[in-house]
Structure formats: structure tokens, C-alpha cells
């Protein structure tokens, strides 16, 4: 009867580390993700500035290229030219 106490109290005993194992693993789990959640949010503020900056530089380069002369069009001398012989 007392080595099934024994036993009884060597079990609990493990269960007791495990349960203080389980409890540290959670704590540092826990402060991890907290850790990644901040850094996450960090990235999904620098990713929207980013995209912002993009919208904006697409922006001026379709202004840009609405400037530029289209390349299939005859060159301005000769539209000129074909202009004064009429």
C-alpha cells in the first residue's frame, strides 16, 4: 500500500513539473506572439506605404508617357511639309 503511495505521489510530483513546464512554455509563447503581432503590424504599415509610393510613381509615369509623341505617327517635319505643299 505505501509504494502505491509512493508511486501516487511520484506521479503528481511529475505532473506538478509538467503542469510548471507547460506554464513557462505558454508564458513565452504568448510574449512571442505578441512580439510577432507588433512586428506584423509594423510590416503591414511599411507594405501600405509602399504601395502608396507605387500608386504615385505609376501615376507620373502615365503622365509622362501621355506627353511623349506617338511613335507610329510620321514625323512632325513631314506632317509640316505635306501642310505647306497643299
Known amino acids: ?3 502505491e503511495f509512493d508511486e501516487l505521489s511520484e506521479k503528481i510530483d511529475r505532473l506538478a513539473a509538467l503542469t510548471l513546464s507547460l506554464r513557462s512554455e505558454n508564458a513565452q ?3 512571442t506572439n505578441a512580439e510577432l503581432r507588433q512586428s506584423n503590424m509594423a510590416l503591414c504599415a511599411e507594405n501600405e506605404e509602399c504601395v502608396g509610393r507605387m500608386h504615385e510613381v505609376q501615376r507620373r ?6 506627353q511623349m509623341p506617338d511613335p507610329n505617327a510620321p514625323p512632325a517635319s513631314l506632317v509640316q511639309h505635306d501642310e505647306v505643299a497643299q
Do not use: G, T
Open 1 to 3: 500500500m505505501i509504494s
Open 61 to 66: 509615369l502615365e503622365a509622362l508617357l501621355s
Open 29 to 31: 509563447l504568448r510574449q
